[in-house]
Antibody, heavy 120, light 112 residues
Framework: QVQLVQSGAEVKKPGASVKVSCKAS????????MHWVRQAPGQGLEWMGI????????SYAQKFQGRVTMTRDTSTSTVYMELSSLRSEDTAVYYC?????????????WGQGTTVTVSS | DVVMTQSPLSLPVTLGQPASISCRSS???????????LNWFQQRPGQSPRRLIY???NRDSGVPDRFSGSGSGTDFTLKISRVEAEDVGVYYC?????????FGGGTKVEIK
């Protein structure tokens, strides 16, 4: 079955960077784009960006330009999201979500989420 | 960016009764290919979001038929015909027609 399994929780200090992974299984990794979405405590969903696992091209939300980098490793069917210059407001659950072929920018399968806590 | 506005923010419902959530977009969500890329997600407490509905009215596999989506242009609705205890959670609409994709603020469904 299609699965996205994310890396474990992280605790970081302000100014540091965090790299979250999302390992895909059950489908052809390079055939589906992948989103990253985050959710601050008690808040709604916020789109961060998207990566094409086939060629590695990316597009980021303006808010995160310059601070976020999304990459992939086709040999392990894994996408990564690295966020730098962390501040307390980056404390959130970070999700990867697959784009289905028939739904333009939709999200049909989600990872379990990775909690990132930024605290001094 | 397209602004997605959901109402109500909170929806207390009696078990077995219907529920309706509204989602309005600041621009038409009809894409040049004729499709309308409006999705609905359910997020149960402590869980990841789960897609319920795509392209306005198409239910995902495994989604109970008490969930239905409707609407067009800028006005959309998610209906639950008879609320069950497992339906408690926050519901989000999301548009994928325009760049970047954007979410509504969420509607919290709870049992009275």
């Amino acid at each position: 079955q299609v699965q996205l399994v994310q890396s474990g929780a992280e605790v970081k200090k302000p100014g540091a960077s965090v790299k979250v992974s999302c390992k895909a299984s059950g489908y052809t990794f390079t055939s589906y784009y992948m989103h990253w979405v985050r959710q601050a405590p008690g808040q709604g969903l916020e789109w961060m960006g998207i990566i094409n696992p086939s060629g590695g091209s990316t597009s980021y939300a303006q808010k995160f330009q310059g601070r976020v980098t999304m990459t992939r490793d086709t040999s392990t069917s894994t996408v990564y999201m690295e966020l730098s210059s962390l501040r307390s407001e980056d404390t959130a659950v970070y999700y990867c979500a697959r784009v289905p072929p028939s739904d333009k920018l939709g999200m049909d399968v989600w990872g379990q989420g990775t909690t990132v806590t930024v605290s001094s | 960016d397209v602004v997605m506005t959901q109402s109500p923010l909170s929806l207390p419902v009696t078990l077995g009764q219907p529920a309706s959530i509204s989602c309005r977009s600041s621009q038409s969500l009809v894409y040049s290919d004729g499709n309308t890329y409006l999705n609905w997600f359910q997020q149960r407490p402590g869980q990841s979001p789960r897609r319920l509905i795509y392209k306005v009215s198409n239910r995902d596999s495994g989604v109970p038929d008490r969930f239905s989506g409707s609407g067009s242009g800028t006005d959309f609705t998610l209906k639950i015909s008879r609320v069950e205890a497992e339906d408690v959670g926050v519901y989000y609409c999301m548009q994928g027609t325009h760049w970047p994709p954007t979410f509504g603020g969420g509607t919290k469904v709870e049992i009275k």
